[in-house]
């Protein structure tokens, strides 16, 4: 058991029934009173972020994650199967384990698959993935009144807007920490 002088960012630790990686702390020491840790974590397997405090020397659960290479190879509408890339062997991670990150899914991509006790917890998907435009409107010439962008969807269902000379089959880099447009491939 570590204590919350140990606390730094990205540590794991399991936090009110769920494990939580810290994504800031400060530690206050008030004229009055006894000393604190404020706390922004984030929920590893639902994505929550939680703002809370704690004393100065309570004690804190600290988990090992433990991060393995695999491929992503395909879904069965519930489960994403995996494929680590050392054993061959294929795992399967329910839709609700994955949430958001399955907007970046496409076959025969590397991921990180994230394990902690023994658990399936999640998937880090590269910081850049590139997608092909499925559906846009046309941009017509002169339409820059606006920021010069239109929304579009790519071919794993991402919504995302790109700027207005992408037509439907250009190939995009997409940022996958934002969601947001980087350049045509």
Known sequence: MATASDIKKGLNIRYKNGIYTIIDFLHVKPGKGGAFV??????????????????????????????????????????????????????????????????????????????????????????FIELTVTETEPGHKGDTVSTGTKPATTETGLKVNIPLFINVGDMIKVDTRTSEYIERV
């Open 38 to 127: 404020r706390l922004k974590l984030k929920n590893i397997e639902t994505g929550q972020v939680l703002d809370d405090t704690i004393r100065a020397g309570a004690q804190i659960d600290v988990i090992r994650i433990e991060r393995r290479p695999y491929q992503y190879l395909y879904n069965d509408g519930e489960q994403f199967y995996f494929m680590d890339k050392n054993t061959y062997e294929q795992v399967p991670f329910h839709r609700d384990v994955l949430s958001e990150v399955t907007n970046f899914l496409k076959e025969g991509i590397d991921v990180t698959c994230l394990f902690a006790e023994g658990k399936q917890v999640g998937i880090e998907p590269p910081m």
